[in-house]
């Protein structure tokens, strides 16, 4: 029997829709106690874990594609990982793994063959793993499907299954009959197929139904029928499964039958991911996806059949009102006369299920095709979709049927109903697509409260699908009849092709070790992290998987809805009535510090009297489960008193003269003086949005009472345990020996689990300590995103004078970042921005000053980057535009500018810039940036609508965290009479693979393997008072106190060694207890000089500098603003790297955190200040289509260090501002394009760079129309 394995979400698949079916879960794929997997084993092994959280999905995506295709292509396999997001690694060694499974055709061999012999070509490369050690893959292993489940399957009549749960009801009926008559009782239950569309509304947005209809059994709704003028499938049939229909019937059917499959599938291609196609129902797309759905508008331009079925004629709203066929099955035309318009089948009270929808097959002269953009290329929403088909009389290119359906632009889909009647008889040409432009636009209202607030882009978009179509077809009716019709412009033809994901292919360059070292001596080598394998198999513990504790509550949080209000009164009666609540804690539980001043303004635990953004803690409800806690936390009533000001915005701070004091300011040179003398001076202004963590691991801790002397055991997801431990005995009131904080492991933190950490431990703590039960709290995606803050959005405000040979004299630059309602950081971020705004540069005459907003905005916080990602992408900006002024290439400009010999920086700290020019000339070689910058004007010469951009950017990056004491780190090492080694340090595993470092410093200098060194915790009882792991510093100074321990140790055996030479390690440690020599010891690092005099500006605030340059080139589609990130070359001089695997891997990961940052992630508020965007589905970070399909990292060899450990260097932020190379390459093209155009040479662009920002400048008819229609310039460029 055929068996098919299909991937799900876990978090939306209903329980009791399982009801016959075996599931595999991670653990049932394999495990350390039984076997692992391969898929696991080569996860681990190529390095594609990081923090580990996201590894089990990746392993089911893949591990669920192998056992449908053990030899699948490159493209099954990355269209497997498209539902897939991984924070940490930037995918490209999560797509090593994957390639050891694929069948590599000949051109991909090729491919692969040339890299192989170019990275040689560097010499220094060794591969990062080696497959010769991989387990081959076996699918005859496999598990089997379960016989008795088959039996069941065969033997046992079906018939209707009702689950009763605490408050729900599911019923699975298996015939229509039953399924109407369900319906006729419970009018108001929903079918439920694949719960993706109603799903997330109960999971997320309070929607609670008390019944509800699984259809999915019943075999009408499942049938696939392929007839003569078309297909049948049933509603309850996945995606995935009509995906496969679809392509099998292309495969099948004459190509002229099949247009309409073909436009299907390229909607089903980037639908969802793989996950989501496999459950969500084709039934459930057409009703659920009012607005934007992906199938509606093509279905609907295809005059495909929509079969519905209902009990009686009720409904007076009822879909009856369209052409009824006959009284139980109504066949409904939804093409040229109706929209689509799944409100009516929902209405409440109408009982109707639709059961098959039909697809049909096109004419001669007919042609159809459907278009998409979204704010991600897969795995997201439309911003618009578009379905269009015309048919043409016989024989000519004259109008008989027109239909133009779009999605996302209204509630439902929307039909231009008038305006494709009024181009019937119309030719197709200049004049129908310039009468049909202004028709459509006409016929097609957006309403003004669209809550994206996207309406000028979804116009420009609904425009611009036409005009593709309209090129589309010229080029079709060419194919037919080439001497009437002569297509389309060579230069035009690109813009029908729609960016494809393509497998990456990536180089990695980095420096072996020396023949002579010790083949047992790790340093410098590839070695995996050392929860790799527990990452991939599931075994890694995180917070939620700690099991549970006899008597257990959980918390949920009531934030406040209000920006800045007044508490009037807190009433929670209704919610302590709702089952399984033990308690409500609020402000008045906190036994004694509610409210912790480490500057002017405090950071609070529970709001008291007032509220200061939406988002903050008002109280907090224990109950026996997480469900029902968040059950009651929804009953709790607030009642608020506005308060003004409301400040939401840098400029609203700005107006009310709000910011969290002190204001910094640095100033070198005579910059007055300067501008005087220069030959020309610009001015400008770049938007900087804020940035989620979007960590995997939510914010999680789970506090567990010990019962005597106020002694707690509080585990946390955090990055600074003894901060955690400070924070909840302040507020407890009880000396900090009584807090013991444990980390395992993090599931990434990137900033964020620092003070906000502290507060959520302090709130559970709180509980705790009322309640004496042990507490868990971890927020939900949607409460994480609203209450925790993130980057701090910007504003940088310039004026700069340079000369006519492009060399910068004078600089002035304001920046505004937005903090927040609380100080958090934000002062220190605004020091750090100053002090890293150089960046590369030397600017002889420079002021720049920055301060922190005081905003009713969540409070932002610490960001990988820590301010210079903003201010960075500031210089880069002027930069660009003095070498735009004057007319010289933006490379010439950065070289002449760039420091050159020892120099100074603006606050007088020496620096040798030498590493920094090797970094850009070997970036430069190695990307070939001259002979490609050369290939991208030729192309762009040749395509109109599609443009090639290519930057390279330099990167000096300061190392340090700006006092002494901020850097002291301590180690503990024990070693046991059988010889093993417990080692711990004051560094937290947060993904950057400190743990493995560390096991590798200490197997160096204890001089044993690797596998006798175990690392348990960070605890606070085994380190006390450690430092942050922040700033990129965790390896280097917890490095020194690991060899400080380590070589401690040493010394003590060192006798015993003497004595036996020739013994070993066993020997000497058994002898060493035998002669009661201490086999523990700690270590300890002091930590690095460091001042900043802010009165002076001057100051020492770094121990050295990283380098690194990026060259990125990217293709833009003008019609949408979508873009393709086509190749990215770093070279970084990270000194000698401890781990080139895991070093490599970071720079990767930051680099892609950057493109998400400066081109994807957009943070949307209301006017009122609530975060609209909460979740993965509103929020996108990069996912694997949008890593560079060419993605080549090199270490800068003979690079040394005498400042860290082994000569290496603290590389953990340093890669995410080279994300930006992919900005200035995203400008290059719109500057071509707007050259092209004819259009004034200055503009602006913000940050981040979606499409809807390149679509923008990239003016052209449609844009004016549009623009010029509404008579607004929304885009705001200059
Ligand atoms: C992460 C994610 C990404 C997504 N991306 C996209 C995308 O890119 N493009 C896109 O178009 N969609 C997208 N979707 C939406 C997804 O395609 C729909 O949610 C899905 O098709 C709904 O099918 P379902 O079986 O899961 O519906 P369910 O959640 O089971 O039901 C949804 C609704 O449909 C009704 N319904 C279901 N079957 C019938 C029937 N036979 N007769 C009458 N009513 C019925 C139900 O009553 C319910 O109201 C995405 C969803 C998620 C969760
Ligand atoms: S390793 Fe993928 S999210 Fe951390």
Redesign the pocket.
Known sequence: MFQRHYSA?AC?LPICSLYGMAVTTVEGVGSTRTRIHPVQERLAKCHGSQCGFCTPGMVMSIYTLLRNHPEPTYEQMTAALA?NLCRCTGYRPILDACKTFCKVRTSDYRREKILVLFSFSFKESARLFSPDEFQPLDPTQEFIFPPELMRMAENQPKRTLVFHGERMMWISPVTLDELQDLKAAHPKA???????????DMKFRGVFHPIVIA?ARIPD?NVVKCMSDGLTIG??C??SLMKDVLRNAILELPEEKTKIFYAVLQ?LR????EQ??N???????????KS????NPILAAGNCMLNLASQGKRDPFSVLVLEVQDDTVQGARLGSKWALMPKY??LPDAY????YSLLSDLVQGEYISAFRQ?PRRE????II?AGMRVLFEEGTDKIKDLSIFY?GAASTTVCAKQACQTLIGRYWNEQMLDEASRLILNEIILPNSASDGKIEYKKILIVSFFYKFFLEVLQSLKTMDPCRYPGIPMEYESVLENFQTKMPQSIQIYQNVELSQSPQDPVGRPIMHQSGIKHATGEAVYIDDIPSVDGELFLSVVTSSRAHAKIVSVDTSEALKEPGVFDIITANDVPATNEFHYSDDPEIIFARNKVICVGQIVCAVAADSYAHAKQAAAKVKIEYEALEPVILTIEDAIRHNSFFEPKRKLERGDVDKAFETVDHILEGEIHIGGQEHFYMETQSVLVVPKGEDKEMDVFVSTQHPAFIQEMVAASLGVPANRIMCHVKRVGGAFGGKLLKAGLLASVASVAANKTNRAVRLILSRGDDMLITGGRHPFIGKYKVGFMNDGRIRAVDVKYYINGGCTPDESVLVAEVSLLKMDNAYKIPNLRCWACACKTNLPSNTAFRGFGFPQSGLVTETWITEVAEKTGLSPEKVREMNMYKEDEQTHFKQKLDPQNLIRCWNECMEKSAYYSRKTAIEEFNKQNYWKKKGIAIVPMKFPFGLGSRYLSQAAALVHIYTDGSVLLTHGGIELGQGIHTKMIQVASRELNIPMSYIHFCETSTTTVPNACASVGSAGTDVNGMAVKDACQTLLKRLQPIINENPKGNWNDWIKEAFEQSVSLSATGYFRGYDADMDWEKGEGQPFTYFLYGTACSEVEINCLTGDHKNLRTDIVMDIGCSINPAVDIGQIEGAFVQGIGLYTMEELKYSPEGVLHTRG??QYKIPAVCDIPEQFNVSLLSSSQNPYAIYSSKGLGEAGLFLGCSVFFALRDAITCVRNERGLKKTFALNSPLTAEQIRAACTDDFTKMVIGRWGSDLFNYV
């Open positions: 979400n939306l539902g929903p079918l439920v197929v694949g719960n993706t569309g109603v799903g997330p259809p709704l509603a309850a996945s995606l909607q980037t639908l969802g991911g989501i196609r459950v969500a129902s084709l039934g459930g797309n057409i009703i659920s996806r934007t759905s992906d199938l089948v929902l109707v299920s639709a059961s979204a795995n997201a929403l439309p979709s999605g993965p589905d």
